[in-house]
T-cell receptor
Framework: EPEVTQTPSHQVTQMGQEVILRCVPISNHLYFYWYRQILGQKVEFLVSFYNNEISEKSEIFDDQFSVERPDGSNFTLKIRSTKLEDSAMYFC?????????????FGPGTRLTVL | GNSVTQMEGPVTLSEEAFLTINCTYTATGYPSLFWYVQYPGEGLQLLLKATKADDKGSNKGFEATYRKETTSFHLEKGSVQVSDSAVYFCALSGGPRGGGADGLTFGKGTHLIIQP
């Protein structure tokens, strides 16, 4: 069964450094998402991406964040200058169809630790 | 805006007990409703969903019915097992903007512990 994959599984970085989190969505999916989950808290929507542009973003997704689909398979989240409060689990998700009824499939997550 | 409220945990039950995890929502329009499960050390997996009022989603013995009149989507299982121990998240999709790009709105999650 196709699945969303994410690399790395765990990333440790120093405050102020740039990080890139990578995701490979399910191959025939068209909509891509990033979410984060701070330890012990709920999963929060960051951004959605369709047709090579951002469709929607939350207030969390400020100028420090960017997303890109550099080729036909990868979907990346870049944090330009990490802060301590960026420490969280970051989940990528993808969806095949338009519309609210279709299911989003999640990857296993990347745990980001900012020191 | 959209919001999801679910009962706080942890919820601790004995094996074979009946489970209910409450979930209520606030949304404009006609959201779809989901339950996701997160096993220890893993990502989010879809457990079940319902896309319109009075629909019942079911999977692995779990059920939830989309109740528009009470804006609820409570998760139930008749007889839980130790392997059901996990964190359960209620979520909704869709809102005033509609469309395929809408992100999911999640509740805070309910940690379920099943004891043998």
């Amino acid at each position: 069964e196709p699945e969303v994959t994410q690399t790395p599984s765990h990333q440790v970085t120093q405050m102020g450094q740039e990080v890139i989190l990578r995701c490979v969505p399910i191959s025939n999916h068209l909509y891509f998402y990033w979410y984060r989950q701070i330890l012990g808290q709920k999963v929060e929507f960051l951004v959605s991406f369709y047709n090579n542009e951002i469709s929607e973003k939350s207030e969390i997704f400020d100028d420090q964040f960017s997303v890109e689909r550099p080729d036909g398979s990868n979907f990346t989240l870049k944090i330009r200058s990490t802060k301590l409060e960026d420490s969280a689990m970051y989940f990528c998700a993808s969806r095949k169809l338009a519309g609210r009824t279709d299911t989003q499939y999640f990857g296993p997550g990347t745990r980001l630790t900012v020191l | 805006g959209n919001s999801v409220t679910q009962m706080e945990g942890p919820v601790t039950l004995s094996e074979e007990a009946f489970l209910t995890i409450n979930c209520t929502y606030t949304a404009t329009g006609y959201p779809s409703l989901f339950w996701y499960v997160q096993y220890p050390g893993e990502g989010l997996q879809l457990l079940l969903k319902a896309t319109k009022a009075d629909d019942k989603g079911s999977n692995k013995g779990f059920e939830a019915t989309y109740r528009k009149e009470t804006t609820s989507f409570h998760l139930e299982k008749g007889s839980v097992q130790v392997s059901d121990s996990a964190v359960y998240f209620c979520a909704l999709s869709g809102g005033p903007r509609g469309g395929g790009a809408d992100g999911l709105t999640f509740g805070k999650g309910t940690h379920l512990i099943i004891q043998p």
